[in-house]
Nanobody, 125 residues
C-alpha cells in the first residue's frame, strides 16, 4: 500500500500563502494514481479541497478554493503539492493527502484508498 507523508503545514496569516507537500514513498506509486487534498476542521466533517486525476493531471477544486488553491504533481519526486493563497481563518484545519488507484478519484473520500497522517494548518487573523 502506498505510504503518503504530508509536510508544509504550520502557521499562515489571513491573506497569506502556504504550500503543502505530499510525498509518496512506495515504489509502486505512479502518475496513474488519482490524488487529492482533503481537510478537516475540529468538529466538522472531512471535506474535499482539490483533486488531480491520474495520467492527464486534470485538476478540480472545491468551489470555496477555486482561484486561490493550486494542486500539482512532480512525477520525478512522487510528490503532490497544494499551493494555498489568500488564506482565510476558517480554512484552519488538518489537511490530508489521499491517493486513489482510480485515475479519477472524485470528490468523495470513500474513493481514496490511501491517506497520509495529515498536517495542521493554522491561520491567524
Amino acid at each position: 500500500q502506498v505510504q503518503l507523508e504530508e509536510s508544509g503545514g504550520g502557521l499562515g496569516q489571513t491573506g497569506g500563502s502556504l504550500r503543502l507537500s505530499c510525498a509518496a514513498t512506495d515504489p509502486t506509486f505512479n502518475s496513474n494514481y488519482g490524488m487529492a487534498w482533503f481537510r478537516q476542521a475540529p468538529g466538522k466533517a472531512r471535506e474535499f479541497v482539490a483533486g488531480l486525476s491520474g495520467m492527464i493531471d486534470a485538476t478540480y477544486y472545491a468551489d470555496s478554493v477555486k482561484g486561490r488553491f493550486t494542486i500539482s504533481r512532480d512525477n520525478a519526486k512522487n510528490t503532490i503539492y497544494l499551493e494555498m493563497n489568500s488564506l482565510k481563518p476558517e480554512e484552519a484545519a488538518v489537511y490530508y493527502c489521499a491517493a486513489s488507484t482510480r485515475a479519477y478519484g472524485g470528490f468523495e473520500s470513500a474513493n481514496y484508498n490511501c491517506w497520509g497522517q495529515g498536517t495542521q494548518v493554522t491561520v491567524t487573523s
